[in-house]
T-cell receptor, first 109, second 119 residues
Framework: AQRVTQPEKLLSVFKGAPVELKCNYSYSGSPELFWYVQYSRQRLQLLLRHISRESIKGFTADLNKGETSFHLKKPFAQEEDSAMYYCALSGQGAQKLVFGQGTRLTINP | GAVVSQHPSWVICKSGTSVKIECRSLDFQATTMFWYRQFPKQSLMLMATSNEGSKATYEQGVEKDKFLINHASLTLSTLTVTSAHPEDSSFYIC???????????????FGEGSWLTVV
């Protein structure tokens, strides 16, 4: 079964501080992992995916198969990073996405 | 970029009535669309995968007779909540799979969501 766990419902950090949003997953095969972001009053949008290994808006995420984790990190948080963040998993060859519970990130000035 | 639009954005209906929510891919053809349900302050729960020209694939625990999905064209999928009850009140979100990945490899685009309130 596919499962994604985001242990923190809320996370609050000060501007300029590092931020890490945790994501752990459970999947027996080779998963594809994603981070989605939802800014206030906007639709869900893709932030990054582990396959692309890109840094988007200063965020990075590394897939750690040993720890079954895909934590999202940014060294210096900005106020515009305040949003809801969802970790998601897609099974190998599958089309559907399974989402974690989401973490609401608040960046304090 | 690819756009997925849902209509209506919000709807209020009486208990026992049926309500239809549309999901359209505005600038691309989508053979596959997905319907999610999101309760307040909770995650998105996949309800079903909508396949153009064939029956939808429902997730375990989702009543297919309650949540009717029709994907009659390559740009439109509809979710009909039949005999709605207050517990069906929720935020319903659709996504559509674009046939070609963008520069970052993404193929999934989400609609803006539809709020359903059953009174």
């Amino acid at each position: 079964a596919q499962r994604v766990t985001q242990p923190e419902k809320l996370l609050s950090v000060f501007k300029g501080a590092p931020v890490e949003l945790k994501c752990n997953y459970s999947y027996s095969g080779s998963p594809e992992l994603f981070w989605y972001v939802q800014y206030s009053r906007q639709r869900l949008q893709l932030l990054l995916r582990h396959i692309s290994r890109e840094s988007i808006k200063g965020f990075t995420a590394d897939l750690n198969k040993g720890e079954t984790s895909f934590h999202l990190k940014k060294p210096f948080a900005q106020e515009e990073d305040s949003a809801m963040y969802y970790c998601a998993l897609s099974g190998q060859g599958a089309q559907k996405l399974v989402f974690g519970q989401g973490t609401r990130l608040t960046i304090n000035p | 970029g690819a756009v997925v639009s849902q209509h209506p954005s919000w709807v209020i209906c009486k208990s026992g009535t049926s309500v239809k929510i549309e999901c359209r891919s505005l600038d691309f053809q989508a053979t596959t669309m997905f319907w999610y349900r999101q309760f307040p302050k909770q995650s998105l729960m996949l309800m079903a995968t909508s396949n153009e020209g064939s029956k939808a694939t429902y997730e375990q625990g989702v009543e297919k007779d309650k949540f009717l999905i029709n994907h009659a064209s390559l740009t439109l999928s509809t979710l009909t909540v039949t005999s709605a009850h207050p517990e069906d009140s929720s935020f319903y979100i659709c996504s559509a799979r674009h046939p070609a990945p963008d520069s970052s490899g993404n193929t999934i685009y989400f609609g803006e969501g539809s709020w359903l309130t059953v009174v």
